[in-house]
Structure formats: structure tokens, C-alpha cells
T-cell receptor, first 114, second 113 residues
Framework: GDSVTQMEGPVTLSEEAFLTINCTYTATGYPSLFWYVQYPGEGLQLLLKATKADDKGSNKGFEATYRKETTSFHLEKGSVQVSDSAVYFC?????????????FGQGTILTVHP | DGGITQSPKYLFRKEGQNVTLSCEQNLNHDAMYWYRQDPGQGLRLIYYSQIVNDFQKGDIAEGYSVSREKKESFPLTVTSAQKNPTAFYLCASQKTGMNTEAFFGQGTRLTVV
């Protein structure tokens, strides 16, 4: 079935460090891919998305490129801030009759220190 | 403002009681979802509905029930059959079709006391 695997956390970085959070997905069909962010005690917010191979999604300095050949959608940011501390979820769209339904990875906790 | 609203934000339940979590959206979305979030386990799908008066079980439906009588509303009942109900519950809505993002409510934290 559809699945998404994220790198295990938690990830702890100093401010202005480079961030990578790895995400790979099962290669059934050509799903849209998403990154969501969750701040403490809140729901999830869409961070960025990509709908086809080689698309790059970007928002707030974060980027992720849809890599069909490696079935990956790694999240990157060149210089993190304390305010980026949150939980990050990678997700893929389901296929078949459940089109649109999202399957999420387990989430990666990011903590950024001043 | 359009959005999705969950209530209450915090809920306490005694063992053996049923409790209903509210989810309302004014985004005119056809699809709605309920997820459960536990530490270190990500989001697990409980139930979803792609159209009024129809819904499907997700991965962990046992001990839960839902209804979808109106497009705007998708309440979740946590029954006494749910063995470990303490968790953070998230509701989401989405336009039907491909390549559409899901919009999430702020969540309800349920604690069994």
C-alpha cells in the first residue's frame, strides 16, 4: 500500500544551520507530495507541495524537489531560525478510488537553538 | 473567514463514557477526515468521508463512529469500546480530486480520567 518514510528525529540545530529532513514514498502511481508543519498544540499547516516529477515546491525559505527516480521529497532550508522549531510531516496523495486522501510520515521534530 | 473549526480544544472523559468531538468547515469541501495523533506515531486515519451521507473506515476505526449528515459537519464519537482513547484528534477537509491540499483544524486533546 501507500506509505511515506521520514528520517527519524528529533533534529536539533543551531540558528542559521542548514536543514535537511529526508522523505521517501512508495512509488505507486504519480502522487502529489506535500510537506506540512505543526507548531506546538496546533493543527497542521501546508508548508509546500509538488504535483509532478522534477517540480520544486518552496515557501518561507523551505524547498523540496519531487524526485521520481529516487522516490524522494527531501525538505531543505539554507538557514534555520528559532521560529522554525516544529514538527514536520511529509505526505503523499493516495491513488485509486481513494484519490486525494493523504498518507503521512511519522513526523520529524525540529528544535532550533539560538 | 473560511476555515475548519474543532471543538472543544480540551476534553476530559471518564472511563466507560462515550464522547463526541465536533468538526465544522465552511470551505465548501466535499471530503473530510479524522486523524489520531500519538507521540512518535504521526497521524493515523480513523474515518473519512468524500460525500454527504457516506463515509469509510480508515486504518484505526475500531472504537470510533462518525456521521456525515451535512456537508459542513463531520462529528467523531469516541466510544467506550476504544481501549486507549487519550490522544490528540485532528479533523481535516479537502476539495475532492487530485493535487489538492488538506486543511486542518486546531485539534482536540482528549484525556481519559
Amino acid at each position: 500500500g501507500d506509505s511515506v518514510t521520514q528520517m527519524e528525529g528529533p533534529v536539533t540545530l543551531s540558528e542559521e544551520a542548514f536543514l535537511t529532513i529526508n522523505c521517501t514514498y512508495t512509488a505507486t502511481g504519480y502522487p502529489s507530495l506535500f510537506w506540512y508543519v505543526q507548531y506546538p498544540g496546533e493543527g497542521l499547516q501546508l508548508l509546500l507541495k509538488a504535483t509532478k516529477a522534477d517540480d520544486k515546491g518552496s515557501n518561507k525559505g523551505f524547498e523540496a524537489t519531487y524526485r521520481k527516480e529516487t522516490t524522494s521529497f527531501h525538505l531543505e532550508k539554507g538557514s534555520v531560525q528559532v521560529s522554525d522549531s516544529a514538527v514536520y510531516f511529509c505526505a503523499r496523495e493516495a491513488g485509486g478510488t481513494s484519490y486525494g486522501k493523504l498518507t503521512f510520515g511519522q513526523g520529524t521534530i525540529l528544535t532550533v537553538h539560538p | 473567514d473560511g476555515g475548519i473549526t474543532q471543538s472543544p480544544k480540551y476534553l476530559f472523559r471518564k472511563e466507560g463514557q462515550n464522547v463526541t468531538l465536533s468538526c465544522e468547515q465552511n470551505l465548501n469541501h466535499d471530503a473530510m477526515y479524522w486523524y489520531r495523533q500519538d507521540p512518535g506515531q504521526g497521524l493515523r486515519l480513523i474515518y473519512y468521508s468524500q460525500i454527504v451521507n457516506d463515509f469509510q473506515k480508515g486504518d484505526i476505526a475500531e472504537g470510533y463512529s462518525v456521521s456525515r449528515e451535512k456537508k459542513e459537519s463531520f462529528p467523531l464519537t469516541v466510544t467506550s469500546a476504544q481501549k486507549n482513547p487519550t490522544a490528540f484528534y485532528l479533523c481535516a477537509s479537502q476539495k475532492t480530486g487530485m493535487n489538492t491540499e488538506a486543511f486542518f483544524g486546531q485539534g482536540t486533546r482528549l484525556t481519559v480520567v
